[in-house]
């Protein structure tokens, strides 16, 4: 079939969406009326770029608010995609290798910082590119630091492999690009050997690993490491446009590069992990998963290995930074915009796949589509960018420790009434050595004077963390704009204080803008 008839085919199939799941939350209520928009944006996307088939799914604070697929699972029969439809996910199974790596560190079943010798024995050989190298850690495969060359292009035809290929090669030795632990490089054979170290650790092939230790204890029963164990009604098969025609690329099998690779899922169960590493988020008290603690999640999604940093500017014309690299299994990356932002995509002949989440939001996205390396991301940012438009996605507030509402109640008492007895109560030990409690109390009497005195907090306080923040008080004739910082210590007296006048329309919210 040919992409322009296919096209029209596309564009008179109904959008079929999953049964929505009871999600109705104040952050789920503003998103779900820009749900509509997403539908048209990631479908003009697949109609635009010649996708055959698409899935996507919206998760917000860690449930599955959306999901949907458009477009066909084969060319010949156009047969429609749908969201239990299995696709190839490439890369972005580094996640799930990641994941098994500290169920194990977590069991005390191996140390991120032994050496990956001491689990992978033909690593044992390994000449080194200088003599001072130290030797490669289970830490440096998880976070592209072994000192491996970039070997996507050579990665990809490599699944097929069987252990006894992978030792073999080991035992040959392998080139290094730099010292383990200087540089950042993305390498397929750092996680093939990642899912060596599953395997002998456990005593169970990672494929059994995986579907007994995390996907079938997590629900996901649409995911697989064979496209032949995929039941054939629900298989998407992948293809390339060639001379304006779509052909198909035969499915690359599982081996022992499959850690790195090898899975294929649907949009609800992708939706479904990633709404498992996106609950990590906040850090919080109370029941925690079996399969994995919210610690250990959340340990995923740190910067463990800087990549680059970039400047762009913006539409607005502002200069807009973007810094990261990559955590276990996953990129991880800071802009002035969005703050902290983890995802990962995946490609491979016949496919091309993303998911992306803002942890101080609490929302993320997922897209897969059967054209090979499909492009997913700038409509996901639009997606996301859409989304945001709600005002749904506003970073989560921190919770402010007990101590810090009880110094905002303290430090509003001082700034009306200076009592030395009370501020001698209130303050860390260096806060009147910086600067003595004299002076503090006649710079605040006389802001108080300028403003017109009888201050009071106007709105809760806006914390920076559970120990860091501030507030405003309304006073007479003017605001005052009050911030404190609590010190280390058993009684977190504050440590540091100030309290300015604000201008007039000045709010405390800090705007995300590059300076």
Known sequence: MRPLRLLAVLATLPLPLAAQPALDTPRARQLRPALPR??????????????PGI????????RLLHVAAAGVRDVPGARPVDTGSVFRIASMSKSFAAAAILQLRDAGQLRLDDPAERYVPELAGVRYPTSD??????RHLLTHSAGFPEDNPWGDQQLSATDEALGAMLRAGIPFSTAPGTAYEYSNLGFAILGRIVRNVSGMPYARYLRTRITGPLGMTSTYLEARDVPPARLVKGYRLEDGRWRE???????????MGGML?????????VAFLLDAFPARDGADS???SRASRREMQQLARFGSASAVRGADGAPVLTAGGYGYGLRVSATCLSGHVVAHSGGLPGFGSIMQWLPEAGVGIIAMGSLTYTSWGAPTAQALALLAETGGMAPRAPVPAPALLAAQAQVTTLVNDWRQPLADSVAAMNLFLDESAPRRASAIARLRDEVGGACRADGPIVAENALRGEWRLQCARGALRVAVTLAPTARPGVQFLSVRAMAPGET??????CR
């Open 38 to 51: 997403v539908d048209s944006l990631l479908r003009a996307f697949a109609e635009r770029a010649r996708v």
């Open 55 to 62: 899935a996507y799914g919206v998760v917000v604070d860690g």
């Open 133 to 138: 190298a130290p030797k490669i850690t289970v």
């Open 249 to 259: 690329e035969p499915p690359l099998p599982d081996g022992a590069f499959g850690a």
């Open 265 to 273: 899922t649907s949009a609800a169960d992708l939706s479904r992990w």
């Open 290 to 292: 079996p399969v994995l």
């Open 508 to 513: 405390l919210e800090k705007p995300r803008a």
